[in-house]
């Protein structure tokens, strides 16, 4: 597991997360909450997702690097992301995800994405015979487009969890979670851990 030390989440901090919600939820929102911080027009980011106490245990150092106050262990269950490198420039996301094997220390993983998107509205005037770059270029030109960073986020175990931000709603109370927002991101991270 490798880590951008420069640009890691801060662990003590967390931002303004319910306390009822899950770990992965928390998780989600944390990296939802360091990617609103560097804005927009950033690229793809990817995390591993990493059992706190375990990290304190077997990664003291790193822990430390990280901010995770190791006199503040607990028992509830918590996951750390760990930005990993850059993803390499001019490779499609699902082809460089077909590329990540995790290693056994890693509970999960989470990415962090823009995209253009259009309201459900608008669907019945997408034109059916474009390629992918030409729909790319269509929807980017429609007037009813919206700006909007994807963080989707997956364990070992299937668990699953999304939050959408819309860049004309750049606020964290305004942030979607749910675990089926993303689908198809969701299925692509979920592959990384295939045997």
């Given at each position: ?17 319910p ?8 998780a ?42 190791s006199t ?80 989707v ?7 699953r969890?999304s939050a ?32």
């Amino acid at each position: 597991m490798s880590s951008n030390t420069g640009s890691n989440l801060p662990g003590s901090q967390e931002p303004d997360v319910p306390m009822a919600a899950s770990p992965l939820t928390r998780a989600v929102l944390e990296i939802d909450e360091y990617t609103a911080g560097l804005g927009w027009d950033q690229p793809a980011r990817l995390f591993a997702l990493v059992d706190t106490a375990r990290l304190r245990a077997q990664e003291p150092g790193l822990a430390a690097q990280l901010g995770l106050d190791s006199t503040a262990a607990s028992t509830a269950v918590s996951y750390t992301p760990v930005e990993q490198e850059e993803l390499p420039a001019g490779t499609a996301l699902d082809e460089f995800l077909a590329t990540i094997a995790w290693p056994d220390a890693v509970a999960g993983c989470a990415l962090t994405v823009e995209r253009l998107m259009l309201p459900p509205s608008a669907e019945a005037s997408v034109p059916h015979d474009l390629s992918e770059k030409q729909l790319a270029q269509w929807v980017a030109k429609h007037p009813d487009r919206q700006e909007v960073r994807m963080t989707v986020a997956v364990l070992r175990d299937g668990a699953r969890e999304s939050a959408v931000r819309l860049r004309e709603k750049d606020s964290a109370k305004e942030v979607l979670t749910g675990a089926d927002l993303v689908p198809g991101l969701a299925d692509a991270l979920a592959a990384t851990f295939a045997d």
